[in-house]
């Protein structure tokens, strides 16, 4: 990108084609619903009559479908609109097969889902949503206790952090909240690692600060700010708070679709909730669902950044480094740093960058002042 302006559109071009893909997958869900889908699945029952065999077979010819209807739109977004604004110049070639291979890893992740919904659908169809529910939070909890215990020692290689002041200011950064950090590791990995990250690990109550080795070209300033982020978060509990406030939107979701799944499948001209053919209906009540939830998430997820953001400050001194490392790690999120507030509402889980660096200026200013 060549100005702030060319930047500027293409932030506010993602934005934009974010809500058209909303728009075109509802508008594909429809079509579905009210010509295709019957069809769809008694060709797959003259295959088989195997629930699961059908459903398998019938989501894999769906997400086809989809992926034809929407390839338009992902053509654009990916590869136009990137080599437009200079954000990429990765061949054509490269592209496709880099899409291909990621809408594969989420149909296998979408059939998984669907696969589980379909199972409590038919195991009981008045209360299923709840069954539906009670499997998606222990999943989510299992998964946030899992991952950093089980499952990150597998794809990283762990080091003892070499640099002794790094490690000695971020032990007694951690002390500052009551955090009782045993040792500092670097990690490495076979891939590549896109995102900066730091991460609290633990076994009991035995804790440890992993840096990526991401961080390498980051100040050990920098490195503080982020470092402090996380701290902040485990020492508040913020990421307890936010699984149970998903919790309690997800289960508002939930309820939403199994109070309103029957009465619509019959317009539509289907009479069971368990039949295949009217996914497409249950998938727009969820799709509508999530549109409606994902933005009362968001503004929890703001107000707590908010409040990690001024205990960064706090904790750490230094508005300049937070400052750079916003600005860092902003160049590849392709987000707008001052978005129409709309935006920032429906899609921003972080308050705007323009407003988290105009918050650390006043904190300087403030601090110079007294």
Known sequence: MYNEEEQKQYYRLKNWLILIHLGLTLVFLFIMAYSFSLPLKEAVNVITRNSVIVITIYIFLFY???????????????????RKFQSSVEPFGKWIKGLVKKEGIIYCEFLVIVQMA?????TDQKFWWLW??????????????????????LLYRYSRLDDSDLKQKLISLAAKVDIKVKDIYKISSDWEIKK????????????KIILSDTLSDYAKEEIEVITARELIHIRYRHLWQLLAIESAMALGSFCFVGVLIEPLIKIFGFKLIFDIAAFPVLAALFLIAIMIVVPIQNYFSRRLQRQTDASVLKLTGSAEAFISV????NLGQAKDPNPRRFIEILLYNYPALSRRILMAQDYAHNLGFK
């Open 64 to 82: 086809i479908l989809y992926f034809i209807f929407t390839f338009g739109l992902k053509f654009y977004e990916g590869f136009v609109a990137e």
């Open 118 to 122: 379909y199972f409590f659908l038919e």
């Open 132 to 153: 539906a529910w009670l499997a998606w939070v222990i999943l989510s909890n299992l998964f946030t206790k899992i991952y950093p215990m089980f499952i990150q020692p």
């Open 196 to 207: 900066k990250n730091v991460a609290l690990s633990w076994t009991g109550s035995e804790r």
């Open 326 to 329: 916003l600005m860092r790690q």
